[in-house]
């Protein structure tokens, strides 16, 4: 008797086009992953056969865009690297390859856009990209050389290769110096595993260049609890980005995060109308900090200070931090 489930099995694997059988594949991000930029989408079609490409994120479709020409092919090979928009939070990414008009891939998951870099809002099940793999490295090396020039801090040109990827970390408003001048190489290792791995990370690697913060930190008698520990990255990020000091986050986004019961009573005096004092929506008339917006920073030292509280007057008595704006 003919064994009918083998026998079909063998048919249709004679029957279906080559193409169905391929995978697209996506290097970046890769599939149920969390990415912190929203800056690149590259997949590989692994099929000559397929000459469209057309993307859904989030239920909005792309036109389906044509990558079959000879010219294409001769750039980009089965590759296609795009910019995609991401939300905040989880999205659906649906990706589909056309012979002409007709489909013959797809891949479906979910990417996890996460700005603020901050590990415990992540998902369970969400993984971490890591694109400078060797395998993934091959791929590229078509159009990119994987070997920048070395850089030593403050070189003018660094290693400019990564600029070509990278650039996008330039278009900031507050770029780190080092990413600023791409002397990349500083921080991140070409003989490292994965390559380019960052060999020390937070205040080991900071420190290097800020020796002057780290001489004030050692004179604090009260260090911020992140800065004792040596976290810079839980609120600096260290390629920059759009404000000042390079913080994650507006600032008192970044210190009411942790200290979540600030924002929801009064803070430190309450005033007739039971309101405290506030914490922005103000010019600060401090000496130290006149004509900048009004913060947490304005009062408290972030990193911490010789009188509890980290007060920026540096001193126990709490009416001399008053007097810095309400002179009497």
């Known amino acids: 008797m003919r064994n009918w489930p083998g026998y079909v099995a063998a048919l249709l694997l004679v029957l279906l086009p080559a ?20 800056d690149y989408l590259i997949l590989k079609t692994n099929d000559p056969a397929v000459n ?8 909005i479709d792309s036109d389906i865009m044509q990558i079959g020409s000879p010219e294409y092919r001769r750039a980009f090979q089965d590759l296609l690297i795009v910019q995609p928009v991401w939300d905040k939070g989880k999205n659906t ?11 013959v891939q797809s891949v479906a998951t979910e990417i996890f856009y996460n700005p603020s870099g ?19 490295e091959k791929l590229c090396a078509h159009c990119h050389s994987k070997t920048p020039a070395s850089a030593k801090n403050g070189s003018a040109t660094g290693s400019s290769n990564c600029g070509t990827c990278h650039k996008k970390m330039l278009e900031v408003a507050y770029p780190h110096e080092p990413v600023k001048s791409l002397t990349c190489s500083y921080c991140h290792s070409s003989s490292g595993t994965p390559r380019y791995k960052v060999g020390k990370r937070d205040a080991p690697l900071c420190f290097e260049c800020h020796a002057d913060k780290e001489a004030d930190i050692k004179k604090f008698t009260y260090p911020h609890g992140p800065v004792a520990a040596g976290y810079c990255e839980i609120c600096h990020d260290p390629h920059g980005t759009e404000y000042p000091a390079f913080m994650r986050r507006p600032i008192n986004e970044v210190c009411l995060s942790c200290h979540e019961k600030i924002a929801k009573s009064p803070h430190v005096v309450r005033s007739s109308g039971s309101e ?27 990193h911490g200070g010789v009188v509890r509280y980290f007060l920026v007057s540096r001193s126990a008595e709490r009416m001399a931090l008053c007097q810095f704006c309400h002179a009497k």
């Open 52 to 59: 469209g490409i057309k993307i859904t994120v989030n239920g």
């Open 118 to 136: 901050d590990t415990k809002l992540i998902p369970q099940g969400f993984i971490k990209n890591t694109l400078h793999t060797d395998e993934d």
């Open 276 to 302: 405290g004092h506030p914490l922005s929506g103000r010019k600060d008339i401090s000496p130290k900090r006149k004509g900048k917006e009004l913060s947490c920073a304005s009062c408290h030292d972030p």
């Open 19 to 38: 193409s169905v059988s391929a995978a697209l594949q996506l290097i970046y991000p890769v599939e149920k992953s969390w990415v912190y930029r929203s």
């Open 93 to 103: 990414l649906l990706v589909e390859g056309f012979s002409g008009t007709q489909k």
